[in-house]
């Protein structure tokens, strides 16, 4: 069956430290990934997108790599804030755009 | 641009009732997105649009619910009747692309429409 899965419900950390959250898709062929970013009670907010024939984008503080053979995807954001709290979410587009169920990103002062 | 407007944000009923959710996308974008999320089965694509033409409505759960698009700047989703199992924060998307499989696809979302069915 198809599944997309990011890799933990819920991750804490630091500030001053990198985040790293995980988006496994299994029976996908994405053509492209998509990050998006959301708020409580706010809808998806679009970060990045990476193509499959890219191994790496980069927007300020964040990176995304995407991993077709391993079919995965990793996002990071460097030097993490507190203002960097949310729920990060994965999207991928085949005939219809379909999210994992979201990282819940707490950044600790 | 304002993005994407729903109404109402909150909407509390009781079970049988209808229910009518309202969105209007961006100015120009010609395609347009309803989604369901929940904390069981996260976001879940119910139905798009693209020049107001149904493409794809195979995440609608069941007859109950039906979807319009009747011009560019307005769309419903509406729930007859509803069930306590709707309960769910319900978000409208919508995309400057000619919907899904464009090669720079990217959503603006609402905020979305809480939904609780008493």
Redesign the interface.
């Known amino acids: 069956s198809q599944k997309i899965e990011q890799n933990s419900e819920a991750l804490n950390i630091q500030e001053g430290k990198t985040a790293t959250l995980t988006c496994n898709y299994t029976n996908y062929s994405p053509a492209y990934l998509q990050w998006y970013r959301q708020d409580p009670g706010r809808g998806p907010v679009f970060l990045l997108l990476i193509r499959e024939n890219e191994k790496e984008k980069r927007k300020e503080r964040l990176k995304v790599t995407f991993d077709t053979t391993l079919k995965q995807s990793l996002f990071h954001i460097t030097a993490s804030q507190p203002a960097d709290s949310a729920t990060y979410l994965c999207a991928l587009v085949i005939a219809d755009m379909r999210f994992g169920a979201g990282t819940r990103l707490t950044v600790k002062p | 641009d304002a993005g994407?407007i729903q109404s109402p944000r909150h909407e509390v009923t009781e079970m049988g009732q209808e229910v009518t959710l309202r969105c209007k996308p961006i100015s120009g974008h010609n395609s347009l997105?309803w989604?369901r999320q929940t904390m069981m089965r996260?976001?879940e694509?119910l139905i798009?649009f693209n020049n107001n033409v149904p493409i794809?409505d195979s995440?609608m759960p069941e007859d109950r619910f039906s979807a319009k698009m009747p011009n560019a700047s307005f769309s419903t989703l509406k729930i007859q009747p509803s069930e306590p199992r709707d309960s769910a924060v319900y978000?409208c998307?919508s995309s400057s692309e000619s919907g899904?499989?464009g090669?720079?696809?990217?959503?603006?979302?609402?905020?979305?429409t809480q939904l609780s069915v008493l």
Do not use: P
């Open positions: 994407v997105f989604y996260g976001l694509l798009y794809d995440g978000f998307a899904l499989g090669t720079n696809e990217k959503l603006f979302f609402g905020s979305g």
